[in-house]
């Protein structure tokens, strides 16, 4: 079968085409017959290698995908083959006290797909028939496929972490990535009102017609935190949703009113900021972290849109062949929405 693969850590030249074995599916596995696959920044810091990080190689890279269900091993009666599915890229132990409370994101062993464990940009993959939903009905192939990390990501952040309620402002850094789409898209759908920050008027431009209230360029404000909170009336607002670390903890901590909250899950611009304890404790402020979601998060997320008939932003769409192409797109930040490959 073929696959997109690396064999050592670097740059886009270590991304390989290949024939590689067809997998078979274990006891409470599902072979995937992948139609589609979505590119994530994790693909980027796998390539590259990260310290500690050991994979068996070659190792295929991505964690989304979308298929159809090709073969299952013993004791699936979860799924059939020929059922159209999306898959949740997280695979927890599903038996520790923190899986059975529902909290499989949390659980010691959590891996992702593509990341510690076997990917999915190939024609057959293997993946926990636990971890696969049916496949929202108006979406295409790569458009499900798009949905399931960033989304699921965007969903927890905001309602499992952050307890984001209707008609509440919130600060989106970074728009155009992935799960800063998702987020602006949940946000509005709910009720709330998004500004958002990039470096590209034409992103801001776009994301205000997708239905953002305000948009700052944050290399133009003088001060985008500022900005923020003057938008909201000088109050701040309730909510800062971040995708990219360092840079950017201090212009939420300017933009939020007193009891709002940080949420965050990425660190593009760096893992280490400086926190002003102070101002954490006398504005009541919550910081929160957030990595992937739960299993209902997962539903939960995928019953919205299908409902919302909501569909995932999209950039552009490559064959598997070039995805080396397509990872040097997301890698100079030239995108807008998600990039998807086609299997």
């Known amino acids: 079968m073929r696959a997109a693969y690396i064999s050592e850590f670097g740059g886009n030249e270590k991304v390989t085409l290949g024939e590689l074995p067809e997998p078979e599916p274990g006891p409470g596995e599902v072979r995937l017959a992948v139609k589609a696959g979505a590119l994530n920044h994790l693909d980027i810091w796998v390539r590259k290698g990260r310290p500690g990080l ?14 159809i269900v090709d073969k299952a091993g013993a004791g699936v009666t979860s799924v059939k083959p020929g059922d159209e599915v999306v898959v949740n890229p997280g695979v927890s132990c599903m038996a520790c006290e923190f899986c059975l409370r529902g909290d499989q994101s949390e659980c010691p062993s959590f891996k992702l797909l ?71 898209q949940i946000v509005t759908m709910f009720g709330g009102r998004a500004v958002v920050t990039s470096s590209s008027d034409e992103k801001l431009a776009r994301a205000k017609a ?111 062949a070039e995805a080396a192409q397509a990872l040097a797109r997301m890698e100079a930040g030239a995108q807008f929405g998600k990039i998807a490959l086609t299997v």
């Open 54 to 67: 050991e994979l068996k190689k070659p190792h295929v890279l991505g964690s989304d995908a979308s298929g």
């Open 210 to 320: 997708l239905g953002a209230a305000h948009g700052i360029n944050y290399r133009t404000s003088a001060d985008p935190g500022a900005e923020a909170k003057a938008w909201s009336g000088g109050r701040g607002v309730d909510l800062c949703v971040d995708t990219a670390g360092a840079a950017t903890v201090p212009v939420s901590f300017a933009a939020l009113r007193r009891g709002g909250r940080i949420v965050t899950c990425g660190v593009t611009s760096g893992p280490k900021a400086e926190v002003n304890l102070q101002m954490l404790y006398w504005n009541h402020i919550g910081f929160l972290g957030s990595t992937m979601g739960s299993h209902e998060d997962f539903r939960s997320m995928l019953a919205a849109v299908t409902h919302a008939k909501l569909k995932p932003v999209m950039d552009r769409v490559y064959p598997l």
């Open 114 to 184: 593509g990341f510690q464990l076997e990917g999915m940009y190939a024609e057959k993959v293997l993946v926990p028939a636990c971890n696969l939903a049916p496949k929202p009905p108006h979406l295409s192939w790569e458009e499900a496929a798009a949905l399931n990390l960033a989304h699921l990501t965007a969903w927890r952040m905001l309602f499992t972490r952050a307890r984001f309620k209707a008609g509440e402002t919130v600060l989106i850094h970074g728009i155009g990535g992935g799960v800063a789409l998702a987020a602006l």
